[in-house]
């Protein structure tokens, strides 16, 4: 029986291979079609790309039996949620170019971290929110127009660390075409209860990434290897009926395919699919 379906980041191997190398490289090893491409140098990065390797891709991409589900903006060199307006509208600027490569390369998801502070200067409530709205209604016309569908991920260094401020947030915006990737391993990082996340972002809900952490070290470790609870979230899933991706995101500097192993091993025996037994 197939079960709950998974995709791969490519996050552990972008130092060591582009975007496309890694794909391959997880398909070869693991049997992974579909992938979340992390965006970074030299990984996957608009003024790196050339014209042919642009135009090219999307028919790589078909012959070879790949797909990307999603492309995943972080928390880099560009920041949503800076106090300057002028920093923001880089930010927008740089991920509406992600945006527009996304709809050529037939992406269905643009995965967006909605900036970063620090954890010493938070902004009062409503000046994060008006910062996330002012981004998404930037960010969400362009994607509509390019075919994609914007989600926001509850992430720690953000204004929006747990999913109810996350809710919030997309609520406010209100935006047609914007949901969220709920993480498992953040939102359990955070003290929260991702099974009641869950119940919460449901109605956004576009996608889940999954990994493990400690609580007094923050990860995206092997699954297995910390404190995420994945019995009782595959049981919610299930319950749910979810008819998702869970994106395995791992960044694990060390044997990433061991990591892969054993992610696949432990999420398949509770009920994930395992790309490494064939469509």
């Known amino acids: 029986m197939v079960g709950l379906a998974v995709s791969a980041f490519t996050t552990s191997y972008m130092f060591r291979m582009d975007a496309l190398a890694a794909m391959r490289h997880?398909?070869?090893?693991?049997?992974?079609?579909?992938?979340?491409?992390?965006?970074?140098?030299?990984?996957?990065?608009l003024s790196e790309i050339s014209p042919v390797q642009r135009r090219e891709m999307p028919k790589i991409i078909k012959g070879e039996g790949l797909e990307i589900a999603?492309?995943?903006y972080p928390p880099g060199d560009y920041n949503l949620a800076s106090y300057a307006a002028e920093v923001r509208r880089l930010a927008q600027a740089d991920i509406r170019g992600y945006i527009d490569l996304a709809g050529e390369w037939g992406v269905e998801v643009m995965m967006?971290?909605?900036?970063?502070?620090?954890?010493?200067m938070m902004p009062p409530t409503e000046l994060a929110i008006a910062h996330f709205v002012e981004g998404a209604r930037v960010l969400a016309p362009a994607a509509r127009d390019a075919g994609v569908k914007l989600l926001y991920e509850n992430v720690p260094v953000t204004p929006f660390p747990r999913a109810a401020d996350l809710v919030a947030a997309v609520e406010a915006a209100g935006e047609r075409g914007v949901g969220i990737l709920y993480d498992i391993t953040n939102g359990t990082y955070v003290g929260d209860?991702?099974?009641?996340?869950?119940?919460l972002v449901w109605p956004h809900l576009g996608m889940i990434d999954a990994s493990d952490t400690r609580r007094d070290k923050y990860q995206h470790a092997a699954v297995g290897t910390g404190v995420v609870r994945f019995d009782r979230v595959a049981e919610k899933l299930k319950a749910r009926?979810?008819?998702?991706?869970?994106?395995?995101?791992?960044?694990v500097a060390d044997d990433p395919d061991r990591a892969f192993a054993q992610s696949l091993d432990r999420?398949?025996?509770l009920g994930w699919e395992d790309p490494r037994q064939g469509p």
């Open 112 to 120: 967006v971290v909605p900036g970063r502070v620090s954890p010493l």
């Open 241 to 251: 009926k979810y008819p998702g991706v869970t994106a395995i995101e791992m960044i």
């Open 267 to 269: 999420m398949a025996a």
């Open 70 to 72: 999603a492309i995943c």
């Open 26 to 45: 997880l398909r070869a090893r693991f049997g992974f079609r579909r992938f979340t491409v992390f965006v970074s140098s030299p990984h996957v990065w």
């Open 193 to 199: 209860d991702p099974c009641a996340d869950l119940d």
